[in-house]
């Protein structure tokens, strides 16, 4: 199994919600990310999880909370988001034998 | 800190020619990873083709490969007979050796648009 899931697919909330992305490999790596993309720019880094301890925190905001509940499983929690939020949330994970990112499809968040 | 550098925010080719998308960087490290990914449209990123520093021999996969000038901090990917269906962004990106602690911050450059011409 090579590859990363993610659900939902789409999302729209209020800015008064609360929602989870959640993100998923079976590929045993230690490494899982998550980014947020703009339309035709690169993915922008939040945070990284290391052996599911968090590793990296890009100054992202505390409306943003990510957990992991093991070495599989990489979650993202929402709320009290802006309308500047929407963006693609892309998941990755990495291992360390070729040293590239696997990419899941991205959750498309809309906020309202 | 690293950088990463497309100067060529898009571009277009006829359907079955060749194309090149550069790519430069910057770095004062002397082994690194440096990476090609491909998003279409609405559809997921994925790999194209990957280049370790310490090795001086080109990556190539099928239409794709590389010229990679370490000396020159360049790392541009030549698409040969090129499909409608190479058509997306293309992002370089480059990635810290193992054991540094910025090996997990991967650094994307700000893309390129292909769009193949049928």
């Known amino acids: 199994d090579t590859e990363v899931t993610q659900t939902p697919k789409h999302l729209v909330m209020g800015m008064t919600n609360k929602k989870s992305l959640k993100c998923e490999q079976h590929m045993g790596h230690r490494a899982m990310y998550w980014y947020k993309q703009k339309a035709k720019k690169p993915p922008e880094l939040m945070f990284v999880?290391?052996?599911?301890?968090?590793?990296i925190n890009e100054s992202v905001p505390s409306r943003f909370s990510p957990e992991c509940p093991n070495s599989s499983l990489l979650n993202l929690h929402l709320h009290a988001l802006q309308p500047e939020d929407s963006a693609l949330y892309l998941c990755a994970s990495a291992g360390d034998s070729h040293n590239e990112q696997f990419f899941g499809p991205g959750t498309r968040l809309t906020v309202l | 800190a690293q950088t990463v550098t497309q100067s060529q925010p898009e571009m277009s080719v006829q359907e079955a020619e060749t194309v090149t998308l550069s790519c430069t960087y910057d770095t004062s490290e002397s082994d690194y990873y440096l990476f090609w990914y491909k998003q279409p449209p609405s559809r997921q990123m994925i790999l194209v083709i990957r280049q370790e520093a310490y090795k001086q021999q080109n990556a190539t996969e099928n239409r794709f490969s590389v010229n990679f000038q370490k000396a020159a901090k360049s790392f541009s990917l030549k698409i040969s007979d090129s499909q409608l269906g190479d058509a997306a962004m293309y992002f370089c990106?480059?990635?810290?050796?193992?054991?540094?602690?910025?090996?997990?911050?991967?650094?994307f450059g700000p893309g390129t648009s292909l769009s193949v011409i049928p």
């Open positions: 999880y290391s052996y599911e301890k968090l590793s």
């Open positions: 990106a480059y990635r810290s050796p193992w054991g540094k602690t910025s090996y997990d911050k991967v650094i």
